[in-house]
């Protein structure tokens, strides 16, 4: 073989092999970016913890009575606080939701008792533990119900028409309905009712007598508020 026909053959071979590696290498940039397949740590990357900050109006069911007087009766002023509640989800259905916040009420006398007036006055904090259901089929659209317990403190009491006033710290019962709006993965907007089942004892000294009595609360809770999920 000449050497001419050497150099030849050795060209042609360069030739097509820089042909092919820029063939290639067009391939290469027209295929479509593989995206990496998400990690369980990822996926599961969502906090399980919530919070809520809520306007809520507490409206109590005037009822109650004073031990031994025929045709008494009471009432008990509502009030609009603030409120916060911290939500753990179990799972993406099941979590517990604990509300804070404490409000002012003032007692007075009804039927019999009207003549009284007010008869005192209580701060109340009603701390409430529910358990709770959320239905995770309606997209941004989460409502939820829930059942649980409420131990009430009364502090700072203070007396008007009764010289003393001693209204006892009580657990209730609470049932729960509300739902969410989610607005993006974070932030939602919030309605919830909770119905608290709470009846407390109390002790007063009326006129010089030392009477007992039982309030008939049973708020109703009513909010709406911002919801943010970690």
């Known amino acids: 073989m000449t050497t001419t026909c050497?150099?030849?053959?050795s060209a042609l071979a360069a030739t097509t092999a820089i042909l092919l590696f820029a063939q290639a290498a067009g391939a290469a940039d027209l295929m479509p970016a593989v995206e990496p397949t998400p990690t369980a740590e990822a996926i599961g990357a969502v906090s399980p913890w919530q919070i809520r900050v809520r306007g809520l109006?507490?409206?109590?069911?005037?009822?109650?009575?004073?031990?031994?007087?025929?045709?008494?009766?009471?009432?008990?002023?509502?009030?609009v606080i603030p409120e916060?509640?911290?939500?753990?989800?179990?799972?993406?259905?099941?979590?517990?939701?604990?509300?804070?916040?404490?409000?002012?009420a003032g007692i007075y006398g009804e039927g019999s008792?009207?003549?009284?007036?007010?008869?005192?006055?209580?701060?109340?904090?009603?701390?409430?533990?529910?358990?709770?259901?959320?239905?995770?089929?309606?997209?941004a659209f989460k409502p939820?119900?829930?059942?649980?317990?409420?131990?009430?403190?009364?502090?700072?009491q203070d007396t008007?028409?009764?010289t003393a006033l001693h209204v006892k710290d009580s657990f209730g019962f609470a049932l729960q309905a509300g739902f969410d709006y989610m607005i993006n993965e974070h932030w939602g907007v919030n309605f919830d009712v909770k119905k608290i089942f709470l009846?407390?004892?109390?002790?007063?000294?009326?006129?010089?007598?030392?009477?007992?009595?039982?309030?008939?609360?049973?708020?109703?809770?009513?909010?709406?508020?911002?919801?943010?999920?970690?």
Not at 88 to 97: I, M, S, V
């Open 84 to 104: 916060l509640d911290i939500t753990y989800y179990f799972t993406d259905n099941l979590a517990a939701e604990l509300i804070l916040g404490t409000t002012w």
């Open 113 to 139: 008792l009207a003549g009284l007036g007010r008869i005192g006055s209580t701060w109340v904090l009603p701390p409430t533990l529910t358990l709770q259901y959320h239905f995770t089929d309606f997209g």
């Open 199 to 230: 009846r407390p004892d109390f002790d007063v000294t009326v006129g010089g007598a030392n009477l007992t009595g039982n309030a008939k609360l049973d708020p109703w809770l009513i909010g709406g508020g911002v919801t943010y999920r970690f």
């Open 144 to 156: 939820y119900v829930g059942a649980g317990v409420n131990y009430t403190i009364f502090y700072n």
């Open 57 to 79: 109006g507490v409206i109590t069911n005037d009822e109650g009575s004073v031990d031994g007087v025929a045709g008494s009766d009471l009432s008990y002023s509502d009030s």
């Open 160 to 162: 008007d028409s009764a």
């Open 6 to 9: 050497t150099r030849r053959i």
